[in-house]
T-cell receptor, first 115, second 112 residues
Framework: AQSVAQPEDQVNVAEGNPLTVKCTYSVSGNPYLFWYVQYPNRGLQFLLKYITGDNLVKGSYGFEAEFNKSQTSFHLKKPSALVSDSALYFCAVRVITGTASKLTFGTGTRLQVTL | DVKVTQSSRYLVKRTGEKVFLECVQDMDHENMFWYRQDPGLGLRLIYFSYDVKMKEKGDIPEGYSVSREKKERFSLILESASTNQTSMYLC???????????FGSGTRLTVV
């Protein structure tokens, strides 16, 4: 089955420090990978995606993600964390079934940034 | 600003009631989706639709049905609500040209 895994339920980081939120994938063929963020009592917001091309993808709010085919990973990164980055982060992979395309999500990682 | 609008932010229903969750998008997207979100389980796909009057089961369709009579509207129906359907429900849409989703703000349903 095609899936993504987020091995950490929570990541804690101090403001100003770099942050990494991990995601690994299991996909046959070329993966289409996504990161979304969810703030309290809100829907998910798109951050970035990898379809093809450069392994380093830049997205919204200063986030970036590195696609690593040999390690089957797509970790989310930011050079300097902000308290306002505290939220729930989801990794997702595109799955094609028949004529339809859908996203399968990981279980989410809560990012807590403290002063 | 493009939008996916879910009709209710919070709902409280009684066990056995028939519940309708409505979702409307204004982006002329072909695909629409219903997920439920539970702590520790992430988002799980209930149903999706890739065209008007078309629907496909997701990973957890039991106890749910859907309706898509118009392109912009996708309804989730709980035929007989049960307490284990207490959850956050998220609607999303996407187009064939862009694989990413646009999400609604969610409906937090409590079944008592």
């Amino acid at each position: 089955a095609q899936s993504v895994a987020q091995p950490e339920d929570q990541v804690n980081v101090a403001e100003g420090n770099p942050l990494t939120v991990k995601c690994t994938y299991s996909v046959s063929g070329n993966p289409y990978l996504f990161w979304y963020v969810q703030y309290p009592n809100r829907g998910l917001q798109f951050l970035l995606k990898y379809i093809t091309g450069d392994n380093l993808v830049k997205g919204s709010y200063g986030f970036e993600a590195e696609f690593n085919k040999s390690q089957t990973s797509f970790h989310l990164k930011k050079p300097s964390a902000l308290v306002s980055d505290s939220a729930l982060y989801f990794c997702a992979v595109r799955v094609i079934t028949g004529t339809a395309s859908k996203l399968t999500f990981g279980t989410g990682t809560r990012l807590q940034v403290t002063l | 600003d493009v939008k996916v609008t879910q009709s209710s932010r919070y709902l409280v229903k009684r066990t056995g009631e028939k519940v309708f969750l409505e979702c409307v998008q204004d982006m002329d997207h072909e695909n629409m989706f219903w997920y439920r979100q539970d702590p520790g389980l992430g988002l799980r796909l209930i149903y999706f639709s890739y065209d008007v009057k078309m629907k496909e089961k997701g990973d957890i369709p039991e106890g749910y049905s859907v309706s898509r009579e118009k392109k912009e509207r996708f309804s989730l129906i709980l035929e007989s609500a049960s307490t284990n359907q207490t959850s956050m429900y998220l609607c999303a849409s996407s187009s064939y040209r862009n694989y990413g989703y646009t999400f609604g703000s969610g409906t937090r349903l409590t079944v008592v």
